[in-house]
């Protein structure tokens, strides 16, 4: 079955970095677009960035431009967030998410928690 | 890139219908057909229960059907559940080629 598994959160200092990885299995990853969510504690979801199923191109929410940088490895089936210059409003479980193709996201990971505190 | 404005919550008895309202701008909601819904129970990831205003992915139950009209969506659930407790959110494409939430609604069967 399609599954995106995610890995490398933890907890890390403010204006730190940190890099989630989310490898996926049981698609062909590189015909899929890909996404990044994250959620605050008891907070709602917040899109973060998608790069195109091609590398071509890539978008980044307000809140994160200029600090964070999706990447994607198709030979490892794997997108990359590299997330640097940390706040603790970046603290949340964040979530890879596979484009339907229709600007949906039909299949997610299970999240991996990010936690910016000094 | 404001978040789209859902209700905070709604409420149903077992059997009856609710709809959850989502509203944004024409630069989003009200300029593409690229609306999508989401259901999420504590603890868990997102699950897709409509996408492009009204169509419904494989497994998801007729009782869900979407809609728009002008800048706002609606998420119908009929025949309330039990196990349809959890919260809501609706998705948008935007002009910026960026992408957008809801609020998110939380439902609460009575």
């Known amino acids: 079955q399609v599954q995106l598994v995610e890995s490398g959160g933890g907890v890390v200092q403010p204006g730190g970095s940190l890099r989630l990885s989310c490898t996926a299995s049981?698609?062909?990853?590189?015909?899929?677009?890909m996404h990044w969510v994250r959620q605050a504690p008891g907070k709602g979801l917040e899109w973060v960035t998608f790069?195109?199923?091609?590398?071509?191109?890539?978008y980044y929410a307000d809140s994160v431009k200029g600090r964070f940088t999706i990447s994607r490895d198709d030979s490892k089936n794997t997108v990359y967030l590299q997330m640097n210059s940390l706040r603790a409003e970046d603290t949340a479980v964040y979530y890879c998410?596979?484009?339907?193709?229709?600007?949906?996201?039909?299949?997610w990971g299970q999240g991996t928690m990010v936690t910016v505190s000094s | 890139q404001s978040a789209l404005t859902q209700p905070a919550s709604v409420s149903g008895s077992p059997g009856q219908s609710i709809t959850i309202s989502c509203t944004g701008t024409?630069?989003?909601?009200?300029?593409?057909?690229?609306v999508s819904w989401y259901q999420q129970h504590p603890g868990k990831a997102p699950k897709l229960m409509i996408y492009?205003?009204?169509k419904r992915p494989s497994g998801v139950s007729n009782r869900f059907s979407g809609s728009k009209s002008g800048n706002t969506a609606s998420l119908t659930i009929s025949g309330l559940q039990a196990e349809e407790e959890a919260d809501y959110y609706c998705?948008?494409?935007?002009?910026?080629?960026?992408?957008?939430f809801g609020t998110g609604t939380k439902v609460t069967v009575l």
């Open positions: 998410a596979k484009d339907k193709g229709t600007t949906a996201y039909d299949i």
């Open positions: 049981g698609l062909t990853f590189s015909k899929h677009g």
């Open positions: 790069i195109r199923y091609d590398g071509s191109n890539k």
């Open positions: 024409s630069s989003d909601v009200g300029g593409y057909n690229s």
């Open positions: 492009d205003v009204s």
């Open positions: 998705s948008s494409y935007t002009s910026s080629s960026t992408y957008v």
